[in-house]
Structure formats: C-alpha cells, structure tokens
Nanobody
Framework: QVQLVESGGGLVQAGGSRRLSCAAS????????MGWYRQAPGKQRDLVAV???????NYADSVKGRFTISRDNAKNTVYLQMNSLKPEDTAVYYC?????????????WGQGTQVTVSS
C-alpha cells in the first residue's frame, strides 16, 4: 500500500502558475507510475500527466506545453508545475500511484487538492 498527500492547491489568476506536490509514503522506485488527474464539477476524472518509474512522461493534449510533471526520488515526491493557467483548468487535482500486484497493478489515490483559476 501507499499513502499519498497532495498539497499546493489554491486560487490563482488566469495566466498564473501553481505547483502541486504529492508526497508518497514509500520509495518511488517501488511504484510503477505516478500521475496527476483532475475532476471538474459534473465531469469525469481525467488524466493530466503521468511519469513512469523510468522517468517517461505523458500529458493530456489540453496541458501540453503548459504543465510539467517531475519527480524527486530522494523526497518520494512528485510535482506538477502548472503555467499559463486557464479558467478551464479549475478542478480538484488528484495524485495517483500504480503499484505492482502480481500480473497487474493497483491504483491508489490521494485526497485531492482544489485548484481554482479566476478569469
């Protein structure tokens, strides 16, 4: 198992920046992949960005060029740097960790952190 604690959410003006952090309770090397997801009111939870144990990254088209996911293995922490924020980026942002489990993996979620972008 793993516990995930997000931080860094808040209110920001359009065009501004925000960095989210996700601290894991175990080594990132024991986790297949870490990701950030977001869920706006009345909408499904969607992938924002993911980083593999080997450091490969993938982004949703809507955030490419504006958001950057990174990891600090020494701190067991994953970050999401968000630049050029837009009102449509407003959502609850969740950190997720995929742990290996036999032939598959199990996903764990953090509690979420609210990001509100004002126009």
């Amino acid at each position: 198992q793993v516990q995930l604690v997000e931080s860094g959410g808040g209110l920001v003006q359009a065009g501004g920046s925000r960095r989210l952090s996700c601290a894991a309770s175990r080594s990132l090397f024991s986790i297949n992949a870490m990701g950030w997801y977001r869920q706006a009111p009345g909408k499904q939870r969607d992938l924002v960005a993911v980083i593999s144990a080997g450091g490969r990254t993938n982004y949703a088209d809507s955030v490419k060029g504006r958001f950057t996911i990174s990891r600090d293995n020494a701190k067991n922490t994953v970050y999401l740097q968000m630049n050029s924020l837009k009102p449509e980026d407003t959502a609850v942002y969740y950190c997720a960790a995929d742990l290996p489990a036999q032939a598959t993996s199990v996903r764990y979620w953090g509690q979420g952190t609210q990001v509100t972008v004002s126009s």
